[in-house]
């Protein structure tokens, strides 16, 4: 008899658990690491490098905050801050800056750090955002947007395994 009252304690114990996790205090968050963004930038300047075009490229980590940037050897300076902020307002909105166009002339458009122009897009693998990259110095943000893709190809499948 004594059992009794063990199992019902343990059945009620049970039934709790789902609950608590759903509840965790704890968010556990998959991040880049330093490698794996520096080998997106370089694959995308090796990509216009391939089109004769000299760029800027920048990863950011899901948080908007840089973990490599690229510059090719005659890019100017500029590429650099343009391909952060495309990269920046990738992440920051979870889309391909092409798609913001329309919001770029709006007061959210005029955030400082946000470049809502083509050539940056979100890294995201298995349903997580891991960060952004942007590029900045081809003659249209259609060239810019195809590096990006470019230096996110290098390692999708690599990332797609980690995870």
């Not at 391909?83 to 889309?95: L, P, R, T």
């Amino acid at each position: 008899m004594r059992l009794l009252p063990s199992v019902t304690m343990a059945a009620a114990l049970a039934a709790t658990l789902p609950a608590a996790a759903e509840d965790s205090m704890v968010i556990q968050v998959k991040r880049m690491s330093m490698e794996t963004a520096t080998a997106i930038a370089k694959a995308a300047i090796d990509a216009c490098r391939e089109k004769g075009i000299q760029i800027g490229a920048t990863v950011v980590d899901r948080d908007g905050i840089p973990q490599a940037a690229l510059r090719d050897t005659i890019a100017p300076k500029i590429t650099l801050e343009i391909s952060q902020g495309k990269a920046y307002a990738a992440v920051m909105f979870n889309v391909a800056t092409s798609q913001l166009a329309d919001r770029a002339n709006s007061p959210i458009g005029r955030v400082p750090g946000l470049i809502m122009s083509p050539g940056g897009l979100p890294i995201e693998v298995g349903g997580s955002l891991l960060g952004g990259v942007g590029v900045s110095g081809a003659p249209s943000g259609e060239t810019d947007a195809e590096c990006a893709q470019a230096g996110i190809a290098a390692v999708q499948t690599d990332l797609e395994m980690a995870l």
